[in-house]
C-alpha cells in the first residue's frame, strides 16, 4: 500500500489489498458493482476518524454504492443474500471504492433487474439530496417556483427533473454553455451565472443552491415571504427576509431511495452520468485535472478476482 501524508490529497491514494469487511450487527456485506465519490470527500473529518475520533486509516473513499447483498450481519432484516441494492455508505466508515463493502442494511434499497449498476450508483446522493432539500427542507409544492443553482451538476440535474414532475416552474442557473441541457432537463428558464444574473429571476418560492459565495449571499433577496432558502454548500451569511433558510447534509432513507429507484426504472428519472472507469483506474478519477462533467462512475465487479485467493483490492488512502 502506497502510504503518504494526508495533505497529499489524491496523491495519497493507492490501489492495494485490503481485509474483507466485517458485518457488525444491522449490517450486510455488499459486493460492489459500481460505486461513486465526491470529488471533495477528502477533506471531510469523517474520511479520517471514526465516530469517535479516533483515526481510521488507512481509509477508503467512495459513499455510494450498487451491487448484490453476500452476507447478512447478525439482526439483520429487509434484505436477503443475493439481493440486488444500492444506497449510501456511512461517512465515517471505510467506503465503496473496493470490491466488497459493509453497509448499515437501513441505508440501502432494493435495486430491480433492469436497472443498469453503473446507473444505479449516480443515484443515492444527489438523488436524496435533490429530494431533501426540495421537498422535506424547501416544501416545494405545485404551482411554486424553484430557483436551482448548478441546475446541469449532478444534484441540480436530479432536482431539476423532480421538481418539473411535481409541477413547480423550474429556474436553472449555470453556464451559458449548459443552457441546452437545463432545458432538456425540465427548466422553464435558464439564466446565466454573469454579473446581474440575479435581476432575471426575480421573486421565488423556494432557493436550491450548491454553490454557495456570493451566489448563496445573492440568493437570500429573491425569496419571497414564507419561502425557503435551501442550500448544501455552507450555512447562509445572509438570512431572506420573512422566510427560512437552511443548511443540510443529505441522509440515507430508504423509503426515499425506493420512490428514486421506481422513477428511475420507470424512466422519469436521469442522473448525470459522466465517464465510467475501473476500480484500477479509480485513482486518477480524484485527480482534479481530470475532471469530466456528470458523475464518474467507478465499474468494480470485473476487477473481482474470483477463485483466485487475493484480497480483496480497494482504492485506499492514509493521512
Do not use: C
Not at 40 to 51: A, F, H, Q, Y
Not at 160 to 166: E, I, K, P, Y
Amino acid at each position: 500500500m502506497i502510504t503518504s501524508d494526508r495533505a497529499a490529497g489524491f496523491a495519497g491514494l493507492s490501489v492495494s489489498e485490503v481485509p474483507y469487511p466485517h458485518a457488525a450487527e444491522n449490517d450486510v456485506i455488499v459486493r460492489v458493482h459500481a460505486a461513486a465519490f465526491t470529488p471533495g470527500e477528502l477533506d471531510w473529518p469523517g474520511t479520517w476518524t471514526d465516530r469517535a475520533g479516533r483515526d481510521r486509516t488507512p481509509t477508503v473513499p467512495g459513499h455510494e454504492v450498487s451491487g448484490t447483498v453476500v452476507e447478512l450481519g447478525y439482526g439483520t432484516t429487509g434484505l436477503t443474500i443475493g439481493q440486488r441494492v444500492f444506497g449510501i455508505t456511512d461517512w465515517a466508515r471505510n467506503g465503496t471504492l473496493a470490491e466488497y463493502v459493509a453497509v448499515e442494511a437501513r441505508n440501502l434499497a432494493p435495486l430491480s433487474a433492469d436497472v443498469d449498476h453503473t446507473v444505479a450508483a449516480a443515484l443515492p446522493i444527489s438523488g436524496l439530496t435533490a429530494w431533501q432539500g426540495l421537498f422535506d427542507h424547501g416544501h416545494l409544492a405545485t404551482g411554486q417556483t424553484v430557483l436551482i443553482h448548478g441546475v446541469a451538476g449532478a444534484v441540480g440535474s436530479i432536482a431539476a427533473q423532480l421538481a418539473h414532475a411535481r409541477g413547480a416552474r423550474v429556474i436553472g442557473t449555470g453556464r451559458a454553455a449548459q443552457r441546452d441541457a437545463a432545458l432538456e432537463l425540465g427548466a422553464d428558464v435558464f439564466v446565466d451565472l454573469e454579473p446581474g444574473w440575479a435581476e432575471d429571476v426575480g421573486q421565488v418560492d423556494v432557493v436550491f443552491d450548491v454553490i454557495g459565495g456570493e451566489i448563496l449571499d445573492l440568493s437570500a433577496q429573491l425569496v419571497r415571504p414564507g419561502g425557503t432558502l435551501v442550500t448544501i454548500a455552507e450555512p447562509p451569511r445572509v438570512q431572506p427576509a420573512d422566510a427560512r433558510a437552511v443548511f443540510f447534509v443529505v441522509e440515507p432513507d430508504r423509503t426515499q431511495l425506493a420512490v428514486l429507484e421506481r422513477k428511475l426504472r420507470g424512466g422519469r428519472l436521469r442522473p448525470s452520468v459522466g465517464a465510467v472507469i475501473p476500480l484500477a483506474d479509480a485513482v486518477s478519477a480524484f485527480d482534479p485535472a481530470h475532471r469530466v462533467a456528470g458523475q464518474t462512475i467507478i465499474r468494480v465487479v470485473d476487477e473481482v478476482l474470483m477463485g483466485s485467493g487475493a484480497l480483496p483490492l480497494s482504492a485506499a488512502t492514509e493521512r
